[in-house]
T-cell receptor, first 112, second 112 residues
């Protein structure tokens, strides 16, 4: 079974803090994705990566950065958290040539 | 442009049949996914249609018409546990590898 894990299920941070969200997959997938999900807006792609050290902007990259130093790990960084970044963050992965994405359990981030 | 449309909410009765529709407009279309997402949890894969026609998998079936840009998910013999959001997603050649374009989801409530 594909397993995608995320470092925290729930996280509360203060405005201005630097926040790290980590995602690890154990199926040797090349492609990894970070989404945020908000009521009425659905899943929106923040960043994705198709190889180690490679990254591409998604639809809403502003205020975020990512890091992919190892194939299995993809980190999302909020450089200076703001209240409008309160959301559910979902990580997903897939192998090259495939489209079915496997999702992690999500991190519900609250910025106060 | 790229667009995925599906109803926001639906209500159905336990034991009944419900059909959730999805229309899409994308460039580089390469198939249509349906995911199920229970509240507070990650999306899980239900079905993938790349060719026109109906794919049946137990109580769930999914249909695709590429010429009409249309898909539906059919749920039979509804159970209370089917209360969830159902996400329609188009696989897209445009952009980078493994990209899915998600609709905003249809929240299905199953009532006794």
């Amino acid at each position: 079974d594909v397993k995608v894990t995320q470092s925290s299920r729930y996280l509360v941070k203060r405005t201005g803090e630097k926040v790290f969200l980590e995602c690890v997959q154990d199926m040797d997938h090349e492609n990894m994705f970070w989404y945020r999900q908000d009521p009425g807006l659905g899943l929106r792609l923040i960043y994705f990566s198709y190889d180690v050290k490679m990254k591409e902007k998604g639809d809403i990259p502003e205020g975020y950065s990512v890091s992919r130093e190892k194939k299995e790990r993809f980190s999302l960084i909020l450089e200076s958290a703001s209240t409008n970044q309160t959301s559910m963050y979902l990580c997903a992965s897939t192998r090259t040539g495939a489209y079915e994405q496997y999702f992690g359990p999500g991190t519900r981030l609250t910025v106060t | 442009g790229q667009n995925i449309d599906q109803p926001t909410e639906m209500t159905a009765t336990e034991g009944a049949i419900v059909q959730i529709n999805c229309t899409y407009q994308t460039s580089g279309f390469n198939g249509l996914f349906w995911y199920q997402q229970h509240a507070g949890e990650a999306p899980t894969f239900l079905s993938y249609n790349v060719l026109d026609g109906l794919e049946e998998k137990g109580r769930f079936s999914s249909f695709l018409s590429r010429s009409k840009g249309y898909s539906y998910l059919l749920l039979k013999e509804l159970q209370m546990k089917d209360s969830a959001s159902y996400l329609c997603a188009a696989a897209n050649y445009g952009g980078s590898q493994g990209n899915l374009i998600f609709g905003k989801g249809t929240k299905l409530s199953v009532k006794p």
